[in-house]
């Protein structure tokens, strides 16, 4: 079977939005065109959207998809049925908050470019720039769009300037809005100099007119800007544009794309989804400048045998080799992983490998979602999206290949939990439906953790905010109707150390029959950050947090020996020495010892370790770590000087303060453990006016009168 579409004509992008900047809308307006090119004749007199989405809830398939495949031909393309016209769109779905981070970074991950959505009231909000953040570390080509410019007090300019002020100063307008608020009715697109507005009962209908007169001297003004900003992507067209001859505009758009696809480039466009205004011709730029899977660098990986690093290309005759991006149940279908194919083929029926864990699965059937249907496909392509159905062992962030030519792709990097909670179930029962219900939700979301407490025997979750945990709880008692006492988050804080020691174990026992005899010599210092990617030689390990170094000579303990010894390492450093709390970023480096021909065996070598590592740890001037968190504030300008007071008082450091619109924003960092409850306090210092934003920073040291606090409360 051959592929059923080109490559080069496959879009695969997310539309990546602060929470009511309208990302449900713009989505839904999306499906309704690119559905409406075939059926626009269906809808009746009469029928909204809303309805035309109640129809498509109904089929069970809604924009929570985690991938939804359509299809859209230009605007400006005259047959719409020619299929050769046609681009085949994957849109990714990317959550809305915060706390989701892990679901941001990974549908980042998967993404080969982005729409951003904003709120034409408000601009640039504070997640846009998290979000922002991500997509620069992945380097996703994005697209902006300015929505809700119908509403009071919208203002492109000004929503435009925030972009280029707090986002990129390489975002340019292509478009200017034709009338805002109330008198908002289209835009003009300043590399042709048309005016589009939009008719029809869902503005289905894009209307090409001349730019107004009112606007044409503006027009004007930003066309010349935003042709100079292309032709100084190429030195070719710069020169020619130097001396008077500007590039056609097949030229400057293909000069565009290139610069957009290398970030170079990020092209502002405006509208109102809500009024049906402009979604049609941001689509028009998916097409014109988003990047198809065939323009993207390699992925890379390593091979699991060897520890080489591979590339594999966006081509068919490539090994196989996708990565899991989400799992999510779908009422009609049942369990579905939802998969990015890099390179080669996957038919359904056929087994995979998943080189994460080692293990074969056996592909049951391939489905794509769309807007009206799940369609079943016999065979997926490189620069694919779709979703398999019944995989059993695998997960999120986890690689599929070819078990001949295996790869394990560059993992996913997320940010760890630093919010914990008790949670017991009430009966026998629950607790069996508890354990199911976690697993699942661990299993989908990477930064959600459950652990169970050596000493108390409770279940402990942890994630990456209240709100987090909140939701999974929630999801937990209403999916899988677990009832179950849940404590109080607490933070999750860690233990390091400052400086370096050396120490010496010896577990050696000798009463009768036969004895133990386990001895090791270890050197311990705190880690610097690694590469881990970075090939290392096979006497090291090393982890996040971990760095185990093997200098035994002459075998004074026997290589059979080693694994114990670092096992007993691990397991002593889960439970720090000052506090009990995990122990983080050491390294050590096992540099000497001794063994007895008869007594010593893995479990007295083990002791031994961890006897060494309590000591080392001791010496090594040991402390408490906790989360420290990018705190962002927006008040009304009265109630200034109350919040960075409080802040203050919560050990927080204020690191700025801008206009926001008519309120004042406050950045600052803030220890975890001061933040609790904080929006409640909020309301009642501001009057239900402020609003607030919270993120992880990074993990720094407790002072020591708090950490005397933390450490008599563990006793
Ligand atoms: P999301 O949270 O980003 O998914 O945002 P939604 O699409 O749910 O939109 C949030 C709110 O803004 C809803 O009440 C929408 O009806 C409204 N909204 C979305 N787009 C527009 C728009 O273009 N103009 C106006 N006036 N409201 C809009």
Request: glycine share 8%; aromatic share 8%; net charge negative.
């Amino acid at each position: 079977m051959n592929r059923d579409y080109p490559l080069e004509k496959v879009r695969n992008f997310g539309i990546i939005a602060h929470i009511d900047a309208g990302k449900t809308t713009v989505s839904e307006r999306i499906l309704f065109y690119t559905g409406s090119q075939h059926k626009i004749g269906e809808v009746h007199e009469g029928e909204t959207t809303t309805d035309w989405m109640e129809q498509e809830r109904e089929r069970g398939i809604t924009i929570t998809s985690a991938a939804i495949t359509c299809f859209w031909t230009r605007t400006s393309e005259a047959d719409k049925k020619d299929i050769t016209k046609k681009s085949r769109f994957n849109i990714i779905d990317t959550p809305g908050h915060i706390d989701f981070t892990a679901e941001v970074k990974r549908s980042m991950r998967v993404l080969d470019g982005a729409i951003v959505v904003f709120d034409g009231v408000a601009g640039v909000e504070p997640q846009s720039e998290t979000n922002w953040r991500y997509a620069d570390e992945v380097q996703v080509p994005r697209i902006c769009f300015i929505n809700k410019l119908d509403r009071a007090g919208a203002s492109f300019e000004r929503s435009y300037a925030s972009i280029l002020d707090r986002l990129s100063p390489r975002a340019i307008r292509m478009q200017i809005p034709i009338g805002e608020e109330a008198e908002h009715e289209g835009a003009v697109d300043l590399l042709t100099m048309k005016a589009f507005t939009f008719s029809g009962k869902m503005g289905e209908e894009v209307v090409e007119g001349e730019v107004p007169a009112e606007l044409l001297e503006n027009a004007k003004k930003y066309r010349a800007e935003l042709i100079e900003r292309i032709v100084e992507q190429d030195d070719v067209a710069m020169n020619a544009y130097l001396e008077g001859k500007e590039p056609s505009l097949e030229e400057l758009k293909a000069i565009l794309h290139k610069a957009v696809v290398a970030n170079q480039i990020f092209p502002v466009y405006c509208g109102s989804a809500l009024k049906n205004k402009g979604v049609q011709l941001v689509l028009d730029a998916v097409v014109d400048y988003l990047p198809s899977p065939l323009e993207l660098p390699p992925a890379t990986g390593i091979n699991p045998k060897t520890g080489d690093s591979i590339e594999r290309h966006a081509s068919d005759d490539e090994p196989f080799c996708a990565i899991a991006f989400k799992l999510q149940t779908d009422p009609f279908v049942g369990a579905l992983t939802f998969f990015r194919v890099y390179s080669g083929t996957l038919s359904s029926g056929s087994y995979v490998y998943n080189s994460t864990t080692g293990t074969k699965e056996r592909i049951g059937r391939i489905v794509r979602l769309q807007a009206d249907k799940r369609e079943e496909v016999e065979k997926v392509f490189a620069g694919e999206i779709a979703a398999a159905v019944g995989l059993k062992d695998t997960k999120t962030s986890h690689t599929l290949c070819d078990e001949a030519n295996p790869i394990v792709l560059e993992q996913i990097k997320f940010p760890e939990p630093v919010v914990s909670l008790r949670i017991e179930p009430k009966t026998k029962a629950d607790q069996e439906k508890m354990g199911i219900a976690l697993r699942k939700l661990s299993d989908e979301d990477p930064t959600f953790r459950v652990a169970t407490d050596d000493e108390t025997g409770e279940t402990i979750i942890s994630g990456m905010g209240e709100l987090h945990l909140e939701i999974l709880v929630e999801r937990m008692k209403r999916e899988f109707n677990v009832v179950a006492d849940v404590g109080k988050p607490q933070v999750a804080y860690r233990e390091t150390i400052l400086g370096s020691s050396e120490a010496e174990g010896k577990y050696i026992k000798q009463t009768g029959g036969r004895g133990q005899y386990g001895h090791v010599k270890i050197r311990m210092k705190k880690m610097e950050p690694v590469d881990l990617e970075k090939k290392i030689s096979k006497n090291i390990t090393r982890e996040d947090h971990f760095e185990f170094i093997n200098n035994i000579k002459g075998g004074v303990v026997p290589q059979e020996y080693i694994p114990a010894v670092e096992k007993g390492l691990r397991e002593a450093m889960s439970r720090g020495f000052l506090a009990g709390f995990p122990m983080v970023d050491i390294s050590i480096d096992l540099y000497d010892g001794s063994y007895h021909d008869v007594d010593s065996s893995e479990i007295a070598f083990k002791i031994a370790a961890s006897m060494a590592f309590k000591e080392a740890a001791q010496k090594a001037k040991p402390v408490i770590l906790e989360p420290i968190m990018r705190v962002e504030v927006i008040v009304p300008e009265q109630f200034m000087g109350d919040i960075t007071g409080n802040l203050s008082g919560k050990r927080g450091q204020i690191e700025g303060m801008e206009e926001r619109g008519m309120n004042k924003a406050v950045h600052a960092k803030v220890p975890l453990s001061e933040m609790f409850g904080y929006t409640t306090i909020l309301r009642s210092m501001t009057e239900g006016r402020g609003n607030m934003t919270m993120e992880f920073d990074h993990y720094d040291t407790v002072p020591k009168n708090i950490a005397d606090d933390i450490i008599a409360s563990r006793k």
